[in-house]
């Protein structure tokens, strides 16, 4: 490659740079159910979630800033299990993002477009992509496993008495 056309592909990466930071997308585009694509530790090799790897994560943000967030595992006898994470509030103004009440570093979380998503949390950075076709039986299904995640407090009790004592 000449000097010159190294010098225009620089140019033009500085550009598409310059315009995608440029683009500014809308905080409401939040609202929806998001799947894990990728997480990566910082100085660890990334992990890809999704088809093919028995293993997955989804994020629901309501339009009344309802959030939930589960696990999804895959045995290996092919049955899917639905692990419940965190069920309550998130709140998303002008890129400033927080859930569960949580405060978070700026810039946390932020929308490449309106299918795309890279957050942070405690040295894990993710990506996320959205989900506009996963049907409506199955998104209420893990948010109903999501809304029943917390246990009765007579419960909890038992279970700290006899299996943390």
Known sequence: MTKK????????????TLMAQGTKVSDKELVGVWLMESMQWEGEKKIVCGKGTGYAQFKYYGANGEYACAEIAMNKEGKCVVMPHEYGTYSF???????????????????????TFKGKWNKRHDIWKKQTAMPEKLVKYILDCCRMKDTPADIQQMIKQNMFK
Do not use: I, Q
Request: glycine content about 8%; aromatic content about 2%; hydrophobic content about 45%.
């Open 93 to 115: 103004k002008n890129g400033v993002y927080s859930e569960m009440g949580r405060s978070t570093e700026p810039g946390s979380m932020v929308l490449v477009d309106k299918n």
């Open 5 to 16: 056309m190294m010098m225009m592909v620089a140019m033009l990466m500085t550009a598409t």
